[in-house]
């Protein structure tokens, strides 16, 4: 036997002992940081294989070629098999977390919710809708001098539609406001036409309170001017509204009525959501099939003349409706006072 | 109004069914609040006593044989007194069904009684407004008519609503006219023709004043004050009107039927029959028919005689001349009043009656001839003689016509009926109507219409008779416009990042109290703000507007033992000395329990201002608030902060004072941040600054200071101090306590420190730290060792 081929067998012999050691190793080895460990113990720089190269030196010349292929060779083998083991490692960790099996019915945490009233979810839909349609939303004063809260509106001192308003009075000329409609005279005052807004705001009037009553309460004025205004566009938006509101299915209906500023004036009927419509005993609209929103009417031509818009040229409508009527029926409330009591149930159901 | 359909039937044909009646009427603008359907009564006739005798076996019962048409007479036995022979009264026969009970045969003390003579309550007529005992019905009335038949007492009654512009129609004729125009039937008119029979001095009547426009006077004589006929009493009653006797009721029966009201005088009380329409004298008096004795104001406007006031105008009569069973002539005023005068008086006099709510909206001239002629026409049938008629002031006059262009129609409806259709309908309702060139219409209203002044309002007359069903739903294409909405978006906002957080939005009442007040003044505190009061309260409880939103979210939290979250967005108002003002404010507040901080430190009012800065860094775009302590009346002294923004308030927080929290019988301590939503400045766009790519480093510095320098102080300090490295200073623990000496404390800083153009070394730290430390030397504050 040639020296140089003894020692070749010598390095297998060292290799296949080491590789058996490998093995035994790697298989012990019970996660990636044991794995790892193996790894450097081997293959790091200053590793077992490390020393068997450099043990290569002392070979003749020509056996180093050989010898080299040779550990190459198991170091690939060896690093397959330490890439096995790997990713068998890997898996069964994952397995492990995997096979993690939870109650998910037990019940979250408080999560500390916080709630939106329900007065202001209905005039943020209705808001939003006429957002939708090129309404830029305005917002008032409550305490309004007479002017704007009557005279400008076409009901001067005296006329008898001002018993309909029996108001909270500050001064003998300042009134908490018993409707929004001061905001049409403000919006015209301040804007030239076109005009399309809507005003949700707080109003007074000197009501007794009862479930269908308070002396507090939420109009949603809309005032629309411009040269084509006309009562179809009243009856579309105002349909397309109670849609967003209760369902595709409402159609609203117009009804003849006066209000001072308005010529001609409608009061404004949607189907009830509640019957569909269908009447008989129903409590929400008392077997009409029908609930009434608010008036409406097109804009008088004395109170855009006021406004200086001359009549001829432009019109306008406007209407006021009630968003507590809105949320009543919305939300299927038995009695108004509800909105203003802040139960926390009641909160809670409705957020 | 209460309509009887029976009554109304009488002027117009109508569905027999009342609920089509309402639909009708509301589809027209008189929408019907209520139907009052009428008890079904049968087998009730009119029965003439032809014989009537004491009961043999009975003191108090009599027995009659009654003429009930065909067949044999009845007999029946009665316990009623007010029954004699040749009467003729309402029978109920065998078999009748009322409302209380239906008739059987029955005995009665041996006599067999084949019926029962009934009462205004068994025809389901207010029994106290009729005669007491059997009632009676007049003699052309032919035994065996169905009484229910014959009055239509089966007929519902409608509760109407009429609009205060529609005074023409508060009345029978006035909504007979309107149902009669919708459905293209004809009106027909009451009889108004009587015959001039006496020639007894004239009646004068001097108007000195320019609020009555009209009076109509006329005499009537050889009058015998009885009960009305049953016709009369029994319509007067279904609408709600107590029938009196013959001449109070003709008035109020006109008054019903025609919409004009009137008064009757006693001709005999009245000096040389002369009527003076004038303001009243300063200390004049007048005792009006309800017997109350009026101090009489130089605004309101009376009728007087020569001597004495007669009456005030429109409202109520006065008792001197007042109408009694001894009148013998009267004196029928049919007149116009100025509306707003009327409806003075009627709020000075704290009375309002059937004349003055008509009176009040402004009458028709043409009503008083109406009146007139009705009342005269029922008069006369009674067998009263009728002097010639004298009318004073102006007569009722056509309005100039009305120009309608008749696009305007479409322009205002959307739609157009067709000319022919136009012109039709407004012939219905009695408008004269003569084409005006290609493009307009003249539009003549009839004489019973004020409400109609301009095109708009004949437009909508329009849109009524044709149906306002016939409005067509379409959308407009708004034009872009220029108003903003900032306003309404800011709450939305507020609403929205508060409820995130966790709160509840409550909504509470703006009038209060003062129950505020005196929790307050309980706690030894003043009030923040003079409240704004409200004139005329619904009740002590609604006397003051809200002064601020805090108090009602204390009241919240007072009433439950846990701890609550919550936010209201709404108006307040003060008194500035001059006038009420009024803001927009925003309160969100927390009740929490007691924590285990030391009395330097309150980790609720921490999370207080975490949560502001969110809210306001969501409003404002913006995160360079600063604080300043503050002291407010009902807030903690120790644990105020006015938040600000480029030096300006935007907001207020702070711990409610714990003798206010008591005083509100609250267990929890409880925080608040308030802010005026208008002082909050807009959203400012943050621009995006790209970061420095070098890595940063921090240096961590415990110092110690005097007790009274605020952490913000140290922090701005170092900042300013290290202008070119340092991007950022933290406070992040505060100590107090023997580890430090009396009056000092130790806050822990972070420090970090970056080079935009390169990676700071640790000596370029250290150094910039060593150049923060000398300049916080200055504020006293030096580095912990």
């Known amino acids: 036997m040639l020296p140089g081929a003894f020692v070749m067998t010598e390095l297998d012999n060292q290799l296949t002992e080491l590789r058996a050691r490998f093995s035994y190793e790697i298989e012990e080895a019970g996660d990636e940081q044991a794995l790892e460990a193996v790894r450097v113990l081997f293959l790091g720089r200053s590793g077992y294989i490390t020393a068997l190269r450099r043990s290569i030196g002392q070979l003749p010349a020509q056996e180093r070629p050989a010898a080299g292929r040779v550990i190459n060779q198991a170091v690939e083998a060896m690093q397959a098999q330490l890439l096995q083991r790997e990713r068998t490692l890997s898996a069964r960790a994952f397995q492990e977390e995997l096979n993690h099996r939870i109650d998910v019915t037990m019940p979250a945490p408080d999560p500390g919710e916080g709630s939106i009233h329900p007065t202001r979810r209905i005039i943020e839909t209705v808001c939003r809708y006429f957002s939708s349609h090129g309404f830029a939303v305005v917002l008032g004063p409550e305490i309004e001098p007479e002017y704007y809260n009557f005279d400008a509106l076409n009901i001067p001192a005296d006329h008898p539609a001002r018993e309909g308003f029996d108001s909270f009075w500050i001064t003998p000329q300042l009134l908490l406001r018993p409707h929004t409609s001061p905001m049409q005279i403000r919006t015209m005052e301040q804007h030239r036409p076109p005009i399309a807004v809507v005003v949700p705001g707080r109003c007074y009037r000197r009501d007794a309170v009862d479930a269908r009553h308070h002396f507090q309460f939420t109009q949603i004025e809309g005032l629309y001017v411009a040269r084509d205004a006309h009562m179809g566009h009243l009856k579309g938006l105002l349909t397309g509204m109670c849609r967003e509101l209760f369902g595709a299915q409402q159609q609203v209906r117009f009804r003849p009525s006066f209000f001072p500023f308005t010529e001609p004036s409608a009061e404004v009927d949607t189907t009830c959501p509640l019957c569909s419509g269908a009447g008989g005993t129903c409590r929400m609209c008392g077997g009409s099939g029908w609930i009434e929103l608010g008036g409406s009417g097109m804009v008088h031509p004395n109170v855009l003349a006021k406004m200086e818009y001359d009549p001829q040229v432009y019109s306008g409508w406007a209407f006021g409706l009630g968003a507590e009527r809105l949320a009543i029926v919305r939300y299927d409330i038995d009695d108004i006072r509800r909105l203003y009591e802040n139960d926390p149930d009641f909160l809670q159901q409705l957020a | ?785």
């Open chain 2, 1 to 785: 109004m209460r309509v009887p359909l029976a009554w109304l039937r009488e002027y117009v044909e109508l569905p027999a069914e009342p609920h089509r009646v309402a639909e009708m009427l509301a589809a027209i603008g008189f929408p019907v609040d209520a139907i009052e359907e009428r008890p079904v009564i049968t087998g009730v006739l009119a029965g003439r006593i032809e014989e009537l005798e004491k009961h043999p076996n009975a003191d108090k019962l009599q027995v009659g044989r009654i003429n009930v048409g065909n067949g044999a007479p009845l007999t029946i036995a009665t316990a009623a007194t007010n029954v004699a022979q040749g009467q003729t009264i309402g029978v109920a026969t065998i078999g009748a069904r009322l409302p209380q009970m239906t008739i059987e045969p029955r005995k009665m003390r041996g006599i067999e009684s084949q019926g029962m003579m009934i009462s205004a309550d068994e025809l389901a007529l207010p029994g106290d407004w009729f005669e007491n005992g059997i009632m009676q019905f007049d003699g052309d009335l032919a035994p065996g008519s169905d009484l229910i038949e014959y009055f239509r007492l089966g007929d519902a009654v409608l509760d109407v609503d009429i609009t205060t512009n529609r005074v023409d129609a508060m009345s029978m004729i006035g909504l007979a006219r309107e149902l009669a125009a919708y459905q293209g039937a004809i009106l027909r008119m009451p009889p108004l023709d009587y015959a001039v029979t006496g020639d007894g001095p004239q009646p004068i009547v001097s108007i000195e004043t320019a609020d009555c426009r009209r009076f109509a006077a006329q005499r009537f004589s050889e009058l015998t004050v009885r009960g009305s006929p049953a016709w009369m009493r029994i319509r007067l009653a279904l609408a709600g009107q107590r029938p009196i006797n013959n001449l109070v009721d003709i008035s109020n029966y006109v008054m019903l039927e025609t919409g004009q009201p009137l008064h009757f005088y006693d001709d005999d009380r009245i000096v040389n029959h002369h009527l003076i329409v004038r303001d009243a004298r300063p200390g004049e008096r007048l005792t009006t028919l309800d017997g109350e004795e009026h101090e009489l104001d130089p605004d309101d406007l009376v009728i007087a005689g020569e001597r004495e006031v007669e009456g005030l105008a429109g409202l109520k009569g006065g008792r001197n001349s007042e109408v009694t069973d001894a009148t013998r002539a009267i004196l029928l005023e049919s007149a116009n009043f100025s509306g707003p005068r009327v409806r003075r008086m009627s709020a000075r006099a704290g009375l309002r009656t059937e004349a003055s709510t008509r009176h009040e909206k402004g009458l028709p001239l043409f009503l008083t001839g109406l009146g007139q002629q009705r009342a005269a026409h029922l008069l006369s049938a009674g067998g009263a003689i009728a002097h010639p008629v004298h009318a004073f002031g102006e007569s009722p006059q056509p309005m100039d016509p009305i120009p309608l262009r008749i696009d305007d129609i479409r322009r205002l409806l959307g739609y157009a009926p067709s000319n022919t259709e136009t012109i039709e309908l407004l012939d219905r309702l009695g408008f004269a109507v003569t084409p005006h060139g290609e493009r307009e219409l003249l539009v003549t209203p009839p004489l019973w219409r004020r409400d109609v002044g301009a095109a708009a309002d004949v437009i909508e007359e329009i849109a009524r008779m044709a149906g306002y069903d016939r409005i067509e739903a379409v959308l407009p294409a708004v034009e872009p416009n220029v108003i903003e909405s900032m306003a309404y978006e800011r709450e939305t906002d507020v609403a929205h990042t508060l409820c995130g957080l966790g709160y509840h939005e409550i909504t509470t009442v703006a009038l209060t109290g003062a129950q505020i007040g005196e929790r307050f003044a309980r706690a030894g505190l003043p009030l923040p703000h003079t409240p704004v009061e409200v004139m005329n309260p619904l009740s002590e409880e609604q006397r003051y507007l809200r002064f601020a939103l805090e108090p009602a979210c204390i009241e919240y939290f007072s009433r439950r033992h846990s701890p609550a979250r919550v936010f209201e967005i709404g108006h307040t108002f003060y008194h500035d000395g001059r006038e009420p003002r009024e803001r927009s404010m925003m309160t969100f507040a927390f009740s929490a329990q007691r924590g285990a901080d030391p009395a330097w430190r309150d980790s609720h009012f921490l999370r207080l201002k975490g949560d502001a800065e969110i809210l306001m860094h969501r409003l404002t775009g913006r995160r360079d608030f600063s604080y300043a302590p503050a002291e407010l009346s009902g807030a903690h002294p120790g644990k105020t902060a006015i938040m600000l923004l480029d030096g300006r308030e935007i907001a207020r927080l702070f711990q409610i004072d714990p003798r206010l929290q008591a005083a509100f019988d609250a267990a929890l301590p409880m925080y608040a941040c308030s802010a005026d939503l208008q002082a909050i400045p807009p959203y400012a766009w943050p621009s995006y600054q790209a970061r420095p790519k070098y890595p940063s480093t921090y240096r961590d510095l415990a110092l110690v200071c005097d007790i009274q320098l605020p952490a913000a102080r140290i922090e701005r300090a170092i900042a300013a101090s290290l202008p070119a490295l340092c991007t950022g200073v933290h406070t992040f623990d505060e100590y107090r306590g023997p580890q430090v000496p009396e009056g000092k404390k130790s806050v822990a800083v972070r420090v970090t420190l970056q080079r935009p153009d390169a990676t700071i070394t640790d000596q370029e730290a250290d150094a910039a730290v060593q150049h923060a430390l000398a300049e916080l030397r200055e504020l006293g504050a030096t580095l912990r060792t």
